[in-house]
C-alpha cells in the first residue's frame, strides 16, 4: 500500500462527531404578560428578557396601543433578538414541556428567595392595574411572590424574577 492508498483511505474513515452542548446551561426561561396595559413596563419587560437571556417574551391580550417596536424604556430594541408573541392565549403560544410559574400575591404563593426555579419555565406576570386571571392561576404548577412592603412594578417585578433565577442558576452551577 502506498502513502497516497494510505491518506485515501484515512479521508474515507467516517468522522466522529461529538454532540456536546456549547450552552452555558440547561433549560430555558420565557416570560409572559397577562394583558399588559403601558408599554412603559412592556418595554423594561423586554429589556429584562434581554439582559437575562429569555428565551421569548409572549404578551397576552395586549393594550392595542403598545407598539414593541416603539418603545422608549427598550432602546436595545430587544424585539430584534428575542421573539415576542402577541397571542390571546398565553397557554398557546408557551413551549412544550415548560413548567408556567404565577409570580402574584397569593396566600399560598412561595417566597421567591426559597422558590427553585424548574429547568425550563415561564415566568408569567400579571397587568399592572390587576392580578393574572383566575383562569391563568389554575393551569400554573407554582406561584410566586415577591414579598415586599408595597406593591411592584411589573418590569421591576420581571427584573427581580430574572435576576433570581440567573443567581440561584449561577450559584448551583458553581457549587
Known amino acids: 500500500m502506498t502513502s497516497e492508498d494510505t491518506q485515501r483511505s484515512k479521508r474515507q474513515l467516517p468522522r466522529q462527531v461529538t454532540r456536546k452542548s456549547t450552552l452555558p446551561q440547561r433549560g430555558f426561561a420565557c416570560i409572559a404578560i397577562d394583558r399588559p396595559l403601558h408599554g412603559v413596563n412592556v418595554g423594561h419587560s423586554l429589556r429584562a428578557a434581554l439582559a437575562f437571556s429569555a428565551r421569548m417574551v409572549i404578551l397576552g391580550n395586549k393594550h ?48 421567591l428567595s426559597t422558590f427553585v426555579h424548574p429547568e425550563r419555565a415561564c415566568y408569567i406576570f400579571g397587568p399592572e392595574n390587576g392580578s393574572i386571571s383566575e383562569e391563568i392561576l389554575k393551569k400554573c404548577q407554582h406561584v410566586v411572590k415577591i414579598s415586599t412592603t408595597m406593591s411592584l412594578n411589573l418590569g421591576m417585578t420581571v427584573n427581580i424574577v430574572m435576576y433570581d433565577r440567573l443567581a440561584k442558576i449561577t450559584r448551583n452551577k458553581e457549587s
Open 64 to 111: 392595542p396601543k403598545i407598539n414593541v417596536r416603539k418603545l422608549s424604556t427598550d432602546p436595545g430594541r430587544a424585539y430584534r433578538h428575542v421573539p415576542v408573541l402577541e397571542v390571546k392565549d398565553i397557554f398557546d403560544a408557551m413551549p412544550n414541556d415548560c413548567t408556567p410559574v404565577a409570580v402574584e400575591l397569593t396566600d399560598d404563593a412561595v417566597d
